[in-house]
């Protein structure tokens, strides 16, 4: 064997190396972060407000919150459920204390991978329908167990209109937002604003369209740190 096959080979195995280190020094990270605030559970303040913008974003918080920053989420993504698991809480808390509001713009990018095919779509009508009653609690109960317990798993089973209208019914939602999702009444303004969304997301991405994607300003956050929450918002 030459030296230049040599030094080709080992060159190689260099680079290969380097990537798994990479690999496991970032799986070692997210799965040493510890969950924030864990008792605090969702939005309780009455004077936080759930908004349904003309564009689907959905923002939830105080009308004068310090700070807004936007989460792109797709509701059957694990990586969401996770970041909702370990940092909802703490996320809810600054929002009661108005130091932060979260425009929520949800993506249906997952839709291929439910059971029913386009669950994402579905789900993200349901939050519409939910958001546009304009209870901030109730919002973000329906939203964390949307994420976090009730989330299903991909390339599975997932959950009916019927089963999400439950969902709203349990956070608190009146009769009139639970019909809403039973009927799908917002499938298709939902799959409209999630296609916007994913074009937004890969504006603020530089092109991917990766969730989850929070986004501080045109600051792409790393969430993959333990006081990120606590950064963002002061």
């Known amino acids: 064997m030459s030296n230049r096959t040599s030094y080709a080979l080992g060159g190689l195995a260099l680079v290969v190396i380097v990537v798994i280190v990479v690999l496991v020094v970032r799986w070692n990270s997210e799965h040493s972060l510890k969950v924030r605030d864990d008792g605090y559970g969702p939005v309780r303040d009455p004077g936080v407000h759930a908004l349904l913008d003309s564009d689907g974003a959905i923002v939830l918080g105080k009308l004068d919150a310090a700070k807004t920053i936007d989460a792109y989420e797709d509701p059957l993504c694990p990586g969401c459920g996770s970041l909702e698991h370990l940092f909802g809480q703490e996320i809810a808390h600054k929002i009661d204390e108005g130091k932060l509001a979260v425009r929520y713009r949800l993506v249906n990018i997952l839709d291929a991978e439910s059971g029913s095919k386009d669950y994402s779509t ?27 317990t009730d989330q299903p798993e991909e390339d599975g089973g997932d959950l009916s209109n019927d089963q999400l209208s439950a969902l709203a019914k349990e956070a608190g939602a009146p009769e009139e937002v639970q019909q809403c999702i039973t009927k799908g009444q917002r499938v298709d303004s939902a799959r409209n604003h999630a296609e916007a969304a994913v074009t937004a997301l890969q504006s603020a991405a530089g092109g991917q369209a990766a969730t989850p994607t ?7 956050v790393d969430t993959n740190t333990q006081e990120w929450v606590a950064e963002v918002a002061g």
């Open 122 to 148: 579905r789900a993200i009508a349901a939050s519409e329908c939910v958001a546009d009653y304009g209870d901030g609690p109730v919002y973000s109960r329906f939203h964390t167990r949307l994420f976090t």
């Open 214 to 220: 929070v986004v501080d300003g045109t600051k792409q």
